[in-house]
């Protein structure tokens, strides 16, 4: 018995000696990390999940129903990762958005997928922010000498009040890559009726929290690669719309902007199948499907026209250009039927038929869902004329439930990826 167990052991260790020097994958010229470490992050990264209380306070507010029940069923975990848990900014309900803070508290929660929003600098260096020109909102930089460099500076009158919050603009490619590493991040909001710096400055919305904002570390796009490569999660970086005239200052082209996004995973030697590349700009997703096919295969497109009339025919069209991944908000998906249940839109099901895979965004990013919820879910919070269903907070476990079983999107966007995290687990998605 002693010496089968030993050829076995010997067999073993072989078996994995032989992975560790040689399972190294090549795909049509991207070369990927060692296969064992891969596995090894995996392994990590699922024994690290740590949901909180809040996606167990969600279920408890729900009204008593079969959903509620099964969701009370997987309260002891085990809880993973899963893809379908898509961090959008990180985890931005009560952390700094794209920092490396909000980042890493995605990951932790369970998200399988987290988002760098790419914008550049004034030297076109990429870096993760909302937009192109936030800077006075998301990060500390009206209180910082390099205030006057914004395209629009704080101005003040002689007794010192700020005159000019609401006009105020701070923007990426105002400053060096160099010089927006010295920023820190903070919550997303500004007082456009502030006079002073700090009134403007202190605007978090009542349903977030400053708790965690204390430090904000910004990143680089390259240096969010390497951290969410280091945490075991996969990658959706957004080209932003630029706020500037294109091409910037005479030589910067969309084209090299939309090249150098994706160019930094291939440097970093990130396999295509880890990368979701998404823009609201059509021509953005068109120019990877032509330059780069094998990223472009998860390219995602996000829908920002907003018109659920779109027809079969017109996303038809989409797919055979060589989109293959669509994005609108979640009231576009959803919609309340005569017996006032929530049920997949005809845009959501035009779009099935096309052949596109959905994902969808926000969760958790518009308040209490007692209050109504607010955009994104004017579809059945009564803000459109139909009928108001949306009741009470633990209701995103309702509407995540018809988006993932009828709509069967195959990633949803959180602001607090622990809800989403929760309901894959329950429901064993990937």
């Not at 400053?210 to 951290?227: F, M, N, P, Q, R």
């Not at 902007?257 to 396999?271: D, L």
């Not at 099901?349 to 895979?357: C, D, E």
Request: include cysteine; aromatic fraction near 10%; charge should be negative.
């Amino acid at each position: 018995m002693m010496k089968i167990l030993l050829t076995r052991l010997t067999l073993y260790i072989s078996l994995c000696a032989s992975a560790l020097l040689t399972a190294q994958t090549v795909n049509a010229g991207y070369e990927t990390q060692p296969y064992w470490q891969n596995v090894f992050q995996k392994f990590k990264k699922q024994g690290q999940v740590q949901l909180g209380p809040r996606p167990f306070f969600l279920v408890e507010d729900m009204q008593e129903s079969p959903l509620k029940n099964r969701l009370r069923r997987c309260e002891k975990g085990p809880f993973k990762t899963s893809k379908f848990s898509i961090g959008h900014r990180g985890a931005p309900m009560q952390f700094p958005e794209h920092t490396k803070e909000s980042y890493t508290a995605a990951a932790k929660m369970g998200a399988g997928i987290v988002e760098c929003d790419v914008t550049f600098t004034k030297d076109r260096e990429l870096v993760c922010r909302h937009s192109q020109c936030d800077l006075h909102t998301t990060t500390n930089i009206l209180a910082t000498p390099l205030a006057q460099q914004c395209s629009v500076a704080p101005e003040f009158d002689t007794e010192g009040k700020l005159v000019n919050a609401a006009d105020i603009k701070c923007c990426t490619s105002d400053i060096t890559v160099a010089e927006f590493k010295t920023l820190e991040g903070k919550m997303d909001a500004g007082n456009p009726a502030a006079t002073s710096i700090e009134d403007y400055m202190a605007a978090t919305a009542n349903w977030r929290t400053d708790l965690y904002s204390a430090k904000g570390t910004l990143l680089t796009h390259v240096e969010s690669i390497e951290l969410l490569n280091d945490l075991g999660v996969d990658f959706t970086p957004e080209l932003k719309s630029p706020s500037v005239v294109m091409p910037f200052e005479g030589d910067y082209s969309q084209e090299n902007y939309a090249n150098q996004m994706i160019e930094e995973y291939r440097e970093a030697g990130i396999h295509p199948k880890r990368v979701w590349p998404q823009s609201f700009n059509k021509s953005d997703v068109l120019h990877w499907v032509n330059e780069y096919p094998i990223f472009a295969r998860q390219a995602v497109y996000l829908d920002g026209v907003y018109d659920m009339s779109i027809d079969i025919a017109t996303m038809q069209q989409w797919k055979d250009d060589g989109i293959r991944v669509l994005a609108p908000p979640m009231w576009m998906l959803l919609e309340v039927n005569a017996q006032g249940q929530i049920e997949p839109s005809q845009y959501a099901l035009n779009a099935k038929q096309a052949g596109l895979k959905l994902i969808t965004w926000t969760l958790e990013r518009s308040g209490l869902l007692k209050d109504n919820g607010g955009w994104y879910y004017q579809t059945l919070n009564g803000l459109t004329g139909n009928e108001d269903v949306i009741e009470q907070d633990g209701d995103v476990f309702e509407v995540l439930h018809v988006l993932a079983k009828e709509v069967g999107v195959i990633g949803v966007f959180s602001d607090w990826p622990a809800t989403t995290s929760y309901y894959a687990n329950c429901m064993n998605l990937k």
